[in-house]
């Protein structure tokens, strides 16, 4: 298993900036790769970026190039950090972290956080 502990949302004004991060920990030694979905009210959740673990990243079109995924840490603890800059309000939604694999260029989840709401609004 695989316990993963979101932090960093909130509300933030139009073009404002969050940091999020989570810490993964449990039986994440040898192979884990992590990554942040979204879901906004009504809309199905979305992949937003995702890093192997050998630390490259893969952003999806939600990106939009404003959202930069890292991960820290070693096989006791790995934290991975979604940085959000230049936020829209489409951008608010419920973030999770997980924990997955890649399927060949495709990134799966295999553990979810409970999520950490972001709010962007004026």
């Known amino acids: 298993q695989v316990q993963l502990v979101e932090s960093g949302g909130g509300s933030v004004q139009p073009g404002g900036s969050l940091w999020l991060s989570c810490a993964a920990s449990?039986?994440?030694?040898?192979?884990?790769?992590l990554g942040w979905y979204r879901q906004a009210p009504g809309n199905q959740r979305e992949l937003v970026a995702s890093?192997?673990?050998?630390?490259?990243?893969?952003?999806t079109d939600s990106a939009e190039d404003r959202f930069a995924v890292s991960i820290s840490g070693d096989s006791a603890l790995k934290t991975v950090y979604l940085q959000m800059t230049s936020l829209k309000p489409e951008d608010t939604a419920l973030y999770y972290c997980?924990?997955?694999?890649?399927?060949?260029?495709?990134?799966?989840?295999?553990?979810w956080g409970q999520g950490t709401q972001v709010t962007v609004s004026s």
């Open positions: 997980t924990a997955g694999h890649y399927s060949g260029r495709n990134y799966e989840a295999d553990y």
């Open positions: 449990g039986a994440i030694h040898g192979l884990l790769s």
């Open positions: 890093i192997e673990r050998e630390g490259r990243p893969t952003y």
